[in-house]
């Protein structure tokens, strides 16, 4: 599984690049705080959601820590998607959040 640092979406967010971001936590934890633009789909609901996601894009998953992100961009890859695991997840974000 392919992963990218905090740093390194930072830097990609910076240079304006067209990035497609999925927030797998729960509701209310992405009311708190989430990186804009980002889309949230519960980890629970990913199975049922998928078919809102394109196989012809690259899609950064996020979570709280890194953990369900990484089960959400196993599961999406044996569906034959092309995913990235933030790691640290938004723990380690240091990053602008709305």
């Known amino acids: 599984m392919k992963e990218i640092s905090t740093k ?3 830097k ?8 497609n971001m999925v927030d797998v936590r729960e509701v209310d934890e992405v009311a708190e705080a989430k990186i804009p633009d980002s889309v949230n789909i519960p980890l629970g609901l990913l199975e049922f959601r998928m078919h809102e996601l394109d196989k012809s894009k690259e899609y950064i ?3 709280r820590s890194g953990g369900r ?4 961009a196993q599961y999406l890859e044996s569906k034959g998607f092309n995913v990235i695991n933030m ?8 990053g602008e959040t709305e």
């Open 8 to 10: 390194e979406l930072q």
């Open 12 to 19: 990609l967010l910076d240079e304006n690049k067209d990035i």
């Open 61 to 63: 998953m996020i979570c």
């Open 69 to 72: 992100s990484g089960r959400a």
């Open 87 to 94: 790691v640290g997840g938004m723990l380690a974000w240091e």
